[in-house]
C-alpha cells in the first residue's frame, strides 16, 4: 500500500528539465502518419517557441474524419505539460513526469482515460506514441511524413 501511495505522488510530481537542455522536443517537430487499414491518422508538431510546442492531429476512416485534437506541450519554468483538447471533449492536462532525449511521459491519474500519455523516438522518421489507462492502451506508430 505505501509504494502505491508513493508510486501516485511521485506521478503527480513535475518534471524538471535541465537547465541546458537542447531545444525539447525537437525530434517531435514535424508531420506524422499512421496507416491502419481503412483509417489514417495524421499528427502535426511545430517547433518549441516561446515555452509552447502546438500540435494537431486528424483520424480519417474511410475518406471522412471522425475525430480530430488540438495539442499543446508546455514548458514553465521547470516543468513541463501536455494539454490536450480532443473532439467533442473538455481539455485535459497531464503533467510531465518522465523525460529524455528521446522519450516523454505524462500523466493525469485524475483523469478518466487517459491517465498517460507517451511519446517515443524510435529513429528520426519513426514515433511510437500511445495512450492509455484503466486497462485499456491505444498505439500510435507513425512515421514521417512530408508537411502539405
Excluded at 9 to 15: G, Y
Excluded at 27 to 54: I, K, P, Q, Y
Excluded at 98 to 118: E, G, L, M, R
Aim: glycine content about 8%; overall charge positive; proline content about 5%.
Amino acid at each position: 500500500m505505501r509504494s502505491a501511495v508513493m508510486a501516485i505522488c511521485l506521478m503527480a510530481l513535475p518534471v524538471v528539465l535541465p537547465a541546458q537542455a537542447p531545444a525539447p522536443f525537437a525530434w517531435l517537430t514535424g508531420c506524422w502518419r499512421m496507416n491502419r487499414g481503412a483509417t489514417v491518422v495524421d499528427e502535426r508538431w511545430g517547433d518549441m517557441h516561446g515555452g509552447m510546442m502546438l500540435g494537431t492531429s486528424r483520424t480519417v476512416r474511410d475518406g471522412r474524419t471522425v475525430e480530430y485534437e488540438f495539442a499543446r506541450i508546455t514548458i514553465s519554468g521547470d516543468t513541463i505539460a501536455f494539454h490536450a483538447l480532443p473532439s467533442g471533449q473538455p481539455q485535459a492536462s497531464f503533467a510531465g513526469i518522465s523525460h529524455s532525449a528521446d522519450s516523454t511521459v505524462f500523466s493525469n491519474p485524475q483523469h478518466d482515460f487517459p491517465k498517460i500519455v507517451v511519446y517515443k523516438r524510435l529513429s528520426a522518421d519513426s514515433v511510437h506514441a500511445w495512450v492509455g489507462g484503466e486497462g485499456r492502451r491505444f498505439d500510435f506508430r507513425y512515421a514521417r511524413v512530408a508537411c502539405q
